[in-house]
């Protein structure tokens, strides 16, 4: 006589958006004695998510209508594609982590940084372990185990987000909207396609696109032009001409003019400063060594 058991996992209600959790590593490091953040003096915006540590100091992400504090005693999980500035930095150190995951753009409520009471002596070894990780993903196996590490940071952060805040996807209108800026980016857009998709007046639209998305819609086309060009940039080997063309800029002179405009770099600045692989150098000795 035999036995079986058998155990099967059909119908969680949180299957389906693990079983598509996008993970893509970018970089990661160690900051130390900060007091300039020259990537962020004004309202700009990434493509890809962070993970910070704080060890000591302190620095604030201003965005348009909220300011959060990023200080020792919280891991952070910042949004990817939402425009924020940094001010009012104390000399701070922090380990910090970049990544790409479009399903976490989905989720409603991080749109906004997520805080998670720690202990960061708790946290340092895991940081550690990921920086050495980007140093040896030249594999296969390199690249699971760099992704599982950050996943496994990822994932206590999310438990904690879903069990105070539930697990709930954007919808409505504007939703669709902005999801139809993002689809058409490479040609040109104009306000009445937009307002066309709602039953709304000009000024109606207007002010309830400002109210849901904090920007007008010129600017806020403009600033998801620029996040995407981020993102080619940095995933991708296109020129800068190229860019330019599938982000729906006129021309690269105009793309360059405005990129600079938006986030204090030129394009091939910008590739230069963020081009992902590996920890950066100056940063890696510091961690490998315990420092601070």
Known sequence: MSSHHCYYLVSHPYLGFISKLDVEPLSAGLSTQVTLWRHHVQFTADPYWRIYLPLKGEFRLQYLYEEVAVEPGYLYLVPANVPFRVRSIAPSAHYWLHFFSDSLERIQGLGMPFL????????????????????????????????????????????????????????????????????????????????????????????????????????????????????????????????????????????FRIFKKYTGFTPTQYREKNLPGFAKKDNLADVLTGIP
């Open 116 to 255: 998670l009471p720690v202990d960061p002596e708790n946290y340092r070894p895991r940081f550690r372990e990921i920086i050495r990780a980007f140093r040896s993903a030249q594999t296969c196996s390199g690249l699971f185990f760099l992704r599982n590490r950050i996943v496994s940071l990822l994932e206590i952060l999310l438990e904690d987000f879903i069990r105070n805040h539930g697990l709930h996807f954007d919808g409505g209108q504007f939703s669709r909207i902005m999801e139809h800026i993002d689809r058409n980016l490479e040609r040109p857009l104009v306000i009445s396609e937009l307002r066309a998709m709602t039953s709304l007046s000009g000024p109606e639209f207007s002010a309830q696109f400002r109210k849901a998305t904090g920007f007008p819609p010129k600017q806020y086309i403009s600033i998801r032009r620029i996040s995407k060009a981020k993102m080619l940039l940095l995933r991708t080997r296109y020129s800068i001409k190229e860019i330019a063309m599938h982000t729906g800029f006129e021309n690269e002179f105009f793309f």
